[in-house]
């Protein structure tokens, strides 16, 4: 018996990285995968996003697990393709129970205003416009889990305009998120639905693992590589590790989903290394 048996689990973000992650994992457990990812790159965002091949990666990934997926390419910030896509695998599935809300951009390097936005309206946006096309297809007993971030929990780290407008539209976003899952899960509990934040230090990623990354952790070189970086990425945690892997942030989302945390509802999880408590605001001293 897996801990998602019988369960439909939709994904935003799911090509790589977290998503996949979260449904190979899900799958693991028995659930089946509605899984979306926009598959093409946004202007103002200096790393490459997935690509379709990748999308078609985890579905090859959640059918070695036993479990179907029904995979469509679709945009966080465009409500009706989300709606689609979700429609497309209700049809499928049946129902739905759970949603992962995880895509997510981090636009650094860049002092443009559209960074701020394109960060907002894939990271806040997104997760609103998920959540807005599931609700009407969760039941009792359903699971809204949303992927924050350890920089909306500690002031001074992306929201800092040195690092950019992009970093600021994150931090915002993500903020927003932590902020959007407390009032949700107090609409939502006379409904039995629940809805959490998982909020991850790095994660070993493709988003961690980039050029623009490593000049924010080295701002000191001029053309630094992950070597260079690495020492610094742990700057974020307690434990002295430098990031934490998809896995265990998919081992929280798990928790999250299934029935174990059936009475658990605006949730903020930090999964940081105790990132939180090192770099956390302290109260004046009297």
Not at 67 to 73: E, K, L
Not at 246 to 275: H, K, N
């Amino acid at each position: 018996m897996g801990r998602l048996d019988g369960k439909v689990v939709f994904i935003t973000g799911a090509a790589r990285g977290q998503g996949r992650a979260h449904a190979v994992r899900a799958a693991a457990e028995g659930a089946d995968i509605i899984g979306v990812d926009i598959c093409a790159d946004i202007d103002s965002n200096q790393y490459p996003l997935a690509r379709r091949e990748d999308l078609e990666e985890t579905e090859r990934q959640v059918a070695k697990q036993g479990r179907r997926m029904v995979a469509r390419v679709a945009d966080v910030r465009d409500r009706g393709a989300l709606a689609g896509a979700l429609a497309d695998g209700v049809a499928e599935f049946g129902r739905l129970d759970g949603v992962v809300a995880q895509a997510a951009i981090c636009p650094l390097g860049t002092t443009d205003g559209s960074a701020f936005v394109d960060a907002v309206a894939v990271d806040f946006c997104g997760v609103f416009n998920t959540i807005e096309a599931a609700l009407p297809h969760l039941g009792a007993g359903a699971s809204i889990v949303a992927t924050g971030s350890l920089a909306a929990l500690v002031p001074g780290s992306l929201d800092n305009v040195a690092k950019g407008s992009g970093g600021l539209g994150y931090s915002w976003a993500k903020r927003a998120v932590a902020s959007l899952v407390h009032d949700l899960a107090a609409a939502l509990a006379s409904r039995n639905i629940r809805a959490n934040a998982v909020h991850p230090t790095n994660v070993n990623t493709d988003m961690l693992n980039s050029d623009v990354m490593y000049q924010v952790f080295r701002p000191d070189l001029a053309e630094p590589g992950r070597a260079d970086a690495l020492e610094s990425f742990t700057s974020q945690t307690a434990m002295g590790i430098p990031y934490v892997e998809p896995e265990d942030i998919a081992d929280a989302v798990l928790f999250l989903l299934s029935d174990e945390s059936r009475y658990i509802t605006g949730l903020q999880m930090r999964v940081d290394a105790g990132g939180y408590v090192k770099l956390r605001p302290q109260a004046p001293a009297f």
